[in-house]
Antibody, heavy 117, light 110 residues
């Protein structure tokens, strides 16, 4: 059974940093593209970033380019999102997702990031 | 990277059919047959319901169907049931390994 378990969320001040983690179970992690998708309170979904299985390609939504870094450790079956220079508008539940072909096939339960002074 | 356009709400009575639209541009929905739909119940993670415009993952009832015409994709839920009440989001590949979602539609079963 595919399982994605996020952790690392919490309360951080504007300008601060946070690292999210996603532990993957039940599939060959090193074979799949992975993404982070976020959802601000009461709002819709927003794709944030994705990463190729071998880390050779990484892509970001414009609003986080240069502030967030997605990376992975295939030996540990884990996905990460390093978030720097956090803004109030980054407040959201962050979901780890596994891609199927051209779709977000599996989702974790999410971890809440709150950026507030 | 503009969001796809969905109606904020839709509704239908049990047993009826309802269709939710998702309008993009010639760079996303119109160019790629990589539209997917997700169901989200309150406090839960989204769940994949339709992918590549009209394909259903195993376990998704055939009451759920998808289609696309030009820059607009649609999700139809037939034979509405109480458990179908949820938020629904469309998503499309937007090129250059980027993805875009719709703003979401709250489906109410009357």
């Amino acid at each position: 059974e595919v399982q994605l378990v996020e952790s690392g969320g919490g309360l951080v001040q504007p300008g601060g940093s946070l690292r999210l983690s996603c532990a993957a179970y039940g599939f060959s992690f090193s074979n799949y593209w992975m993404s982070w998708v976020r959802q601000a309170p009461g709002k819709g979904l927003e794709w944030v970033a994705n990463i190729k299985p071998d880390e050779s390609e990484k892509y970001y939504v414009d609003s986080v380019e240069g502030r967030f870094t997605i990376f992975r450790d295939n030996a540990k079956n884990s996905l990460y999102l390093q978030m720097n220079s956090l803004r109030v508008e980054d407040t959201a539940v962050y979901y780890c997702t596994r891609h199927g072909d051209w779709r977000f096939e599996y989702w974790g339960q999410g971890t809440l990031v709150t950026v507030s002074s | 990277q503009s969001a796809l356009t969905q109606p904020p709400s839709a509704s239908g009575s049990p047993g009826q059919s309802v269709t939710i639209s998702c309008t993009g541009t010639s760079s996303d929905v119109g160019e790629h047959d990589y539209v997917s739909w997700y169901q989200q119940h309150p406090g839960k993670a989204p769940k994949l319901m339709i992918y590549e415009v009209s394909k259903r993952p195993s376990g998704v009832p055939d009451r759920f169907s998808g289609s696309k015409s030009g820059n607009t994709a649609s999700l139809t839920v037939s034979g509405l049931q109480a458990e179908d009440e949820a938020d629904y989001y469309c998503s499309s590949y937007a090129g250059s390994k980027n993805w875009v979602f719709g703003g979401g539609t709250k489906l109410t079963v009357l």
